[in-house]
């Protein structure tokens, strides 16, 4: 079992900062990319920032220069900095992270989920 942990969501002013923060657990042989992803009622969910293994980043247009996205191969974790938040932030962020996971029968490789964690950013 692969379990994805998210935390660092909140409501937040414009202007504001969060820190989001997952945690990937379970039997875990390798993990490529991580990344945030976020959905807003009546959107399609959307990538965020995404970092590879070897930490090439990918920011949407829409927060880069804002948001910096880092990760911890040892701990299995990828962080999201968010600075200079904007209302049109608002969304559940989700982490993802292309996991390939040790099981009984055959290996899997696919990707895992978090929860999500709900940012609001009030104007």
């Known amino acids: 079992q692969v379990q994805l942990v998210e935390s660092g969501g909140g409501l937040v002013q414009a202007g504001g900062s969060l820190r989001l923060s997952c945690a990937a657990s379970g039997s875990i042989l390798s993990i490529d990319g991580m990344g945030w992803y976020r959905q807003a009622p009546g959107k399609q969910r959307e990538l965020v920032a995404a970092?590879?293994?070897?930490?090439?980043?990918n920011y949407a247009d829409s927060v880069k220069g804002r948001c910096t996205i880092s990760r911890d191969n040892a701990k299995n974790t990828v962080i999201l900095q968010m600075n200079s938040l904007k209302p049109e932030d608002t969304a559940v962020y989700y982490c993802?992270?292309?996991?390939?996971?040790?099981?009984?029968?055959?290996?899997?490789?696919?990707?895992?989920w978090g929860q999500g964690t709900q940012v609001t950013v009030s104007s």
């Open positions: 993802n992270a292309q996991v390939v996971e040790a099981r009984y029968y055959k290996n899997y490789a696919g990707g895992y």
């Open positions: 970092i590879t293994s070897g930490g090439s980043t």
